[in-house]
């Protein structure tokens, strides 16, 4: 027996999140796609990092990103899972839950949501989603969710949502020596001494609001600089407009690995102004680096925010709010040795997953319960 993830593709920021749901969970894993064309990451070079052996669905495309699985009845059958784990609302949760009632089987159907809570109160999906969304949710045993947010609304409206944001491992995410030699050779190179260094990391475009980050610094009244790593169709203009507005900005382009994080190691204040953002990975790699954070209210990862403590919110609409946050953010304190930002670990928050699945899902606690009261006080097997 054994219970089954399936996904969309395999991606480096989930890819902690398999490893621990493979051993921990009796899960094999089995993705849709193995790459898509102008991915920024390696298939092969992830699949090397995996603890498990990554499994690849057959599919016939439909329309657009909708596909539909051959052979899933069959997979069933033979893994005999107690539950499926499937993506959001597709076309794949439909067809298991088909099979479900087809075919009388007893597995549970756990949706891997990403829904942010602005998306849901904002109407934020296509007519496809919210439709899915409705037909989907009576059949659905529980969803994963990555916004506590958004969590709520799901529980106040479904009676469903289990809470486990997009996290990186503490100890694989940990500042080693090697990055912080490439972060002082970062601060020498940029100059950044005496001054307050900013950093976004992320595409440049439209959503992330860049152009109300650069005009939220030219209204800034200390010495800074920002730094913004990433590439895409804005830079250009972005660069233009920086110069216009004469801001102290450095763009870097893309980088990954120790690169990257040796970035959140010298950076005073990480800010993430997106005015849409399902959750926002790179706010926990800031916060694991040991950067106070600016977060945008709309992005789901504003859950990982304690203001005054870590970070603060903040409105992407507003280009003084921005310059505002920033500065409170920039007299919160950082530690020489970098220590982590983040208020709960990657294992426990796994762990508390966990719990919540067997208890919501999986009724472990009550078995156990029935067994321990009516078994004649022997011990369960769970």
């Not at 009676?159 to 100890?171: Q, S, V």
Request: glycine share 6%.
């Amino acid at each position: 027996m054994r219970n089954l993830y399936l996904g969309v593709l395999l991606a480096p920021y989930r890819l902690d999140y398999y490893n621990y749901i493979s051993e921990h969970m009796n899960c094999d894993i089995y993705f849709q796609l193995k790459g898509f064309e102008g991915q920024l990451f390696s298939t092969e070079e992830l699949e090397k990092k995996c603890t498990f052996i990554p499994k690849y669905l057959k599919i016939t495309r439909l329309m657009g990103d909708r596909q539909v699985v051959w052979g899933l009845r069959k997979l069933i059958k033979e893994n005999k899972p107690e539950f499926i784990m499937v993506p959001e609302f597709s076309f794949l949760a439909m067809q298991v839950i088909l099979i479900k009632k087809l075919f009388g089987y007893k597995y549970k159907i756990i949706s891997q949501c990403d829904d942010s809570y602005a998306m849901l109160i904002g109407k934020g999906f296509s007519r496809f989603h919210a439709w899915s969304r409705k037909l989907c949710m009576p059949f659905m045993d529980n969803l994963i969710l990555l916004d506590s947010r958004a969590q709520t609304w799901y529980q106040q409206h479904y009676h469903k949502g289990i809470f486990m944001p997009l996290l990186t491992d503490d100890n694989t995410a940990c500042i080693n020596d090697d990055v912080r030699v490439k972060a002082e050779q970062y601060k020498r190179h940029y100059k950044l001494d005496g001054v307050k260094t900013l950093l976004f990391v992320g595409r440049l475009v439209d959503v992330k609001n860049l152009s109300s980050l650069l005009k939220a610094c030219s209204l800034l009244s200390f010495k800074y600089k920002l730094i913004i790593v990433g590439e895409g169709l804005l830079r250009d203009c972005l660069e233009n407009e920086a110069k216009e507005l004469n801001v102290n900005v450095e763009f870097v382009g893309r980088k990954n690995g120790i690169n990257l994080t040796a970035w959140y190691c010298c950076t005073d204040v990480f800010v993430l102004p997106s005015t849409m953002e399902a959750f926002g990975t790179v706010t926990n790699e800031a916060l694991l680096g040991g950067c106070n954070c600016v977060i945008s209210k709309l992005a789901g990862s504003a859950c990982l925010i304690k203001e005054g403590v870590n970070g603060f919110l903040t409105d992407p609409y507003s280009v003084e709010d921005i310059a505002k946050q920033i500065d409170k953010a920039c007299q919160l304190p950082i530690d020489s040795a970098r220590s982590s930002k983040m208020f709960i670990t990657f294992a426990d928050a796994m762990k508390s997953m966990e719990e919540e699945i067997n208890r919501k899902v999986l009724e472990v606690f009550h078995v156990i319960s029935h067994l321990e009261v009516g078994g004649g006080g022997g011990k369960s097997c769970f």
